[in-house]
Protein backbone atom coordinates (compact mmCIF):
# COMPACT_ATOMS: atom_id res chain seq x y z
CA UNK A 1 0.00 0.00 0.00
CA UNK A 2 2.78 2.65 -0.47
CA UNK A 3 3.54 3.88 -3.57
CA UNK A 4 6.32 6.11 -5.11
CA UNK A 5 6.16 8.56 -7.83
CA UNK A 6 8.73 10.23 -9.58
CA UNK A 7 8.92 13.04 -11.20
CA UNK A 8 11.00 15.42 -13.32
CA UNK A 9 12.08 13.24 -16.27
CA UNK A 10 12.71 14.66 -19.89
CA UNK A 11 14.79 15.41 -22.29
CA UNK A 12 18.08 17.75 -21.90
CA UNK A 13 21.17 18.69 -23.86
CA UNK A 14 24.11 17.19 -22.57
CA UNK A 15 25.81 19.55 -20.31
CA UNK A 16 22.06 20.42 -19.24
CA UNK A 17 20.52 19.85 -15.74
CA UNK A 18 17.63 17.97 -14.25
CA UNK A 19 16.04 17.74 -10.51
CA UNK A 20 14.48 14.40 -10.02
CA UNK A 21 11.87 14.04 -7.45
CA UNK A 22 9.99 10.89 -5.71
CA UNK A 23 7.46 11.19 -2.94
CA UNK A 24 6.48 8.41 -0.90
CA UNK A 25 2.90 7.71 0.04
CA UNK A 26 0.34 5.27 2.13
CA UNK A 27 1.07 3.81 5.31
CA UNK A 28 4.18 4.73 6.53
CA UNK A 29 5.63 5.08 9.80
CA UNK A 30 8.99 5.55 8.49
CA UNK A 31 11.59 5.38 5.98
CA UNK A 32 15.04 3.94 6.10
CA UNK A 33 17.58 4.65 3.35
CA UNK A 34 16.27 5.60 -0.24
CA UNK A 35 17.90 6.35 -3.26
CA UNK A 36 17.99 6.36 -7.02
CA UNK A 37 18.77 3.78 -9.44
CA UNK A 38 19.13 4.08 -13.11
CA UNK A 39 19.16 1.23 -16.51
CA UNK A 40 20.11 1.80 -19.78
CA UNK A 41 18.92 -0.44 -22.52
CA UNK A 42 21.37 -3.44 -22.75
CA UNK A 43 23.17 -2.72 -19.22
CA UNK A 44 21.90 -3.84 -15.56
CA UNK A 45 20.64 -1.76 -13.16
CA UNK A 46 22.98 0.42 -10.95
CA UNK A 47 22.78 2.58 -8.01
CA UNK A 48 23.14 6.21 -8.59
CA UNK A 49 22.91 7.32 -4.99
CA UNK A 50 21.63 6.78 -1.56
CA UNK A 51 20.87 8.70 1.72
CA UNK A 52 19.72 7.44 4.92
CA UNK A 53 17.18 9.01 7.56
CA UNK A 54 19.96 11.26 8.64
CA UNK A 55 21.57 12.25 5.56
CA UNK A 56 24.40 10.38 5.32
CA UNK A 57 24.83 9.60 1.11
CA UNK A 58 26.43 7.52 -1.28
CA UNK A 59 27.25 8.21 -4.88
CA UNK A 60 28.51 6.10 -8.06
CA UNK A 61 31.55 7.09 -8.80
CA UNK A 62 30.65 8.28 -12.30
CA UNK A 63 28.40 10.62 -11.03
CA UNK A 64 30.55 11.93 -8.24
CA UNK A 65 30.62 15.86 -8.60
CA UNK A 66 28.16 16.13 -10.76
CA UNK A 67 24.77 14.54 -9.25
CA UNK A 68 23.55 15.82 -5.51
CA UNK A 69 21.10 13.50 -3.47
CA UNK A 70 19.12 15.08 -0.94
CA UNK A 71 15.43 14.32 1.07
CA UNK A 72 12.72 15.91 3.20
CA UNK A 73 11.77 13.81 5.74
CA UNK A 74 8.96 15.61 6.96
CA UNK A 75 7.58 15.22 3.15
CA UNK A 76 9.06 11.84 2.69
CA UNK A 77 10.87 12.74 -0.53
CA UNK A 78 13.72 12.49 -1.79
CA UNK A 79 15.38 14.02 -4.89
CA UNK A 80 17.97 13.73 -7.29
CA UNK A 81 19.89 16.66 -8.57
CA UNK A 82 21.61 16.31 -12.10
CA UNK A 83 24.13 18.71 -13.28
CA UNK A 84 26.27 18.88 -15.84
CA UNK A 85 24.58 15.73 -17.75
CA UNK A 86 26.49 13.66 -19.93
CA UNK A 87 25.27 11.33 -23.03
CA UNK A 88 25.64 8.23 -20.81
CA UNK A 89 23.85 9.47 -18.07
CA UNK A 90 20.67 8.53 -20.23
CA UNK A 91 18.71 5.83 -18.52
CA UNK A 92 15.38 4.97 -17.09
CA UNK A 93 15.73 6.32 -13.48
CA UNK A 94 14.25 4.33 -10.65
CA UNK A 95 13.02 5.71 -6.81
CA UNK A 96 13.81 3.39 -3.92
CA UNK A 97 12.87 3.45 -0.14
CA UNK A 98 12.97 1.36 2.26
CA UNK A 99 10.05 1.51 4.07
CA UNK A 100 8.01 0.78 7.63
CA UNK A 101 5.19 0.59 7.68
CA UNK A 102 4.26 0.28 11.49
CA UNK A 103 5.94 0.54 14.68
CA UNK A 104 7.82 -3.11 15.06
CA UNK A 105 7.15 -3.63 11.81
CA UNK A 106 10.21 -5.07 9.44
CA UNK A 107 11.44 -2.51 6.46
CA UNK A 108 10.43 -3.53 3.15
CA UNK A 109 11.70 -2.17 -0.12
CA UNK A 110 9.81 -0.37 -2.43
CA UNK A 111 10.47 0.95 -6.19
CA UNK A 112 8.76 3.58 -8.09
CA UNK A 113 7.59 2.81 -11.63
CA UNK A 114 10.86 4.55 -13.37
CA UNK A 115 11.22 7.99 -14.86
CA UNK A 116 13.09 8.11 -18.09
CA UNK A 117 16.09 10.52 -18.67
CA UNK A 118 17.23 11.11 -22.22
CA UNK A 119 20.44 13.22 -22.61
CA UNK A 120 20.67 14.38 -26.45
CA UNK A 121 21.25 17.21 -28.53
Known amino acids: QVQLVESGGGLVQPGGSLRLSCAAS????????MGWYRQAPGKERELVAV???????NYADSVKGRFTITRDNAKNTVYLQMNSLKPEDAAVYYC???????????????WGQGTQVTVSS
Open 26 to 33: GSIFSIAG
Open 51 to 57: ITSGGST
Open 96 to 110: HADVQARSGYLYYPY
